[in-house]
């Protein structure tokens, strides 16, 4: 998994101190004293830069996965969020903010995520970087049962299937299809599958790296 870290402050440094072992991260910091700081501490790629710039992150973001901003200013945050999932396709943008009113604002202007707090950005990153696409809407109480959220990939041997004659994960149900004109359906068994439906699912928690693997990721 790619990410970029716009921010090479006291925030950045812990995340990515529990996030480099298992990812590649390129950091971006316009300071130069903190950008060589980082540098000397991790083994991350530090680029000195403005990272609302986007002729500085045209480089860095080519085969991105997810753009992390987390200077100390929310307008720095939220315009490098744009400049990457508008211009750059970065898939999933998430923001810090720093002022809890601005909270609204970055949902508002196209961020996929924003966050106050440390623990808060870990947990949301964790889940993100496991299953890029797929969402977990609700763990069912006293169930090893979740409530998932995705859009079908293209790829997906389910699409132009319906749901009687496509066999799915071992325990995992279709609740509800919103397709790509915003209808939607309570599925039944003739319920046809089309690429990019927004598809609603009952599964077991064990499953859904393989209903990922499946219906989202190929």
């Known amino acids: ?9 006291k925030v950045a440094y812990y995340l990515i101190r529990e996030l480099t072992r298992e990812h590649e991260i390129i950091i971006v910091e316009q300071d130069e004293i ?31 996965d997810m753009l992390i901003a987390l200077t100390g200013k929310d307008e720095n945050n939220l315009i490098a969020c744009q400049v990457a999932k508008r211009h750059l396709h970065v898939p999933m943008t998430i923001a810090r903010v720093n002022n809890p009113r601005n909270l609204e604002v970055m949902g508002r202007f196209g961020v ?5 707090g440390t623990k808060v950005l870990a947990e949301m990153i964790e889940q993100e970087i496991d299953y890029l696409g797929l969402r977990i809407v609700h763990e ?11 859009h079908l990939s293209a790829h997906s041997k389910a699409c ?4 009687l004659h496509y066999t799915f994960i071992t325990g995992s149900r279709v609740v509800v299809i919103t397709t790509k004109d915003g209808t939607v359906i309570t599925p039944d068994g003739t319920t046809v599958m089309h690429a990019g439906d927004l598809i609603m699912m009952v599964c ?15």
Do not use: Y
């Open 204 to 218: 077991p928690q064990k499953s859904i790296e393989a209903v990922w693997k499946e219906m989202v990721r190929v």
């Open 112 to 116: 996929d995520k924003s966050f106050c």
């Open 140 to 150: 069912i109480n006293n169930s090893d049962r979740v409530l998932i959220e995705f």
């Open 1 to 9: 998994m790619k990410l970029v870290i716009v921010g090479a402050g």
């Open 34 to 64: 903190a950008a060589a700081h980082i540098a000397n501490l991790l083994t991350a790629v530090v680029v000195c830069g403005d990272g609302t710039n986007a002729a500085v992150l045209t480089p860095l973001c080519k085969g991105a």
């Open 160 to 163: 132009e299937k319906n749901l």
